[in-house]
């Protein structure tokens, strides 16, 4: 049972535009959530996380926003670079020493 | 500081052959983690460790195990290595729960 979707595998966007990555969760004891980037044969670095106590939080050209009602969480990368080309993975926490990650979408900035 | 190392890189293994994933982490972190990813899938959390002594199992622990002797080390040991544990091996820390997780650069395994 995936407790967390990414269901969009992957993303085309024009340099300079908005990306809007997804994720959707099962688990509504969830209370910590988290994006990491990782690029082809590195391992995954943080991005951006966010508290259930919080509806939105903002890092630079990354927002994440969280939905709770709807458990789905969004990462907003404005303006998109030609750098940020990599697999996005969205991960989430309960009160509990793990994380369950999504299964991640490419995203792809052409110019 | 190096943050989280691992080794080899790459690695071919027969079946039936077993080897030692080695990880190691310069940041005095409490917590780490062992994860496999498949292609095109997530992180599946095999072992992780809340401090030296201490592991517990993840998602899929089957045919691994795991020793935390000191708080910079966390091998991973595969005893008898299957075509099914082909997969690319990342280790993580972390200082405390709910705290960013630092991945290493991953090792790739081939098992033929």
């Known amino acids: 049972d995936q407790q967390v979707k990414q269901n969009s595998p992957s993303l085309s966007v024009q340099e300079g535009r908005i990306s809007i990555l997804n994720c959707d969760y099962t688990n509504s004891m969830f209370d910590y959530f988290l994006w990491y980037k990782k690029y082809p044969a590195e391992g995954p670095t943080f991005l951006i996380s966010i508290s259930s106590i919080k509806d939105k939080n903002e890092d630079g050209r990354f927002t994440v926003f969280l939905n709770k009602s709807a458990k789905h969480l969004s990462l907003h990368i404005v303006p998109s670079q030609p750098g940020d080309s990599a697999v996005y993975f969205c991960a989430a926490s309960n009160n509990t020493d793990k994380l369950i990650f999504g299964t991640g979408t490419r995203l792809q900035v052409f110019p | 500081n190096a943050g989280v190392t691992q080794t080899p890189k790459f690695r071919i293994l027969k079946i039936g052959q077993s080897m030692t994933l080695q990880c190691t982490q310069d940041?005095?972190?409490?917590?780490m983690y062992w994860y496999r990813q498949d292609p095109g899938m997530g992180l599946k959390l095999i072992y992780y460790?809340?401090?030296?002594?201490?592991?517990d199992k993840g998602e899929v622990p089957n045919g691994y195990n795991v020793s935390r002797s000191t708080t910079e080390d966390f091998p991973l040991r595969l005893e008898l290595a299957a075509p099914s544990q082909t997969s690319v091996y990342f280790c993580a820390s972390s200082y405390r729960r709910k705290e960013t997780q630092y991945f290493g650069p991953g090792t790739r395994l081939l098992v033929l």
């Open positions: 940041m005095n972190h409490n917590y």
């Open positions: 460790s809340v401090g030296a002594g201490i592991t």
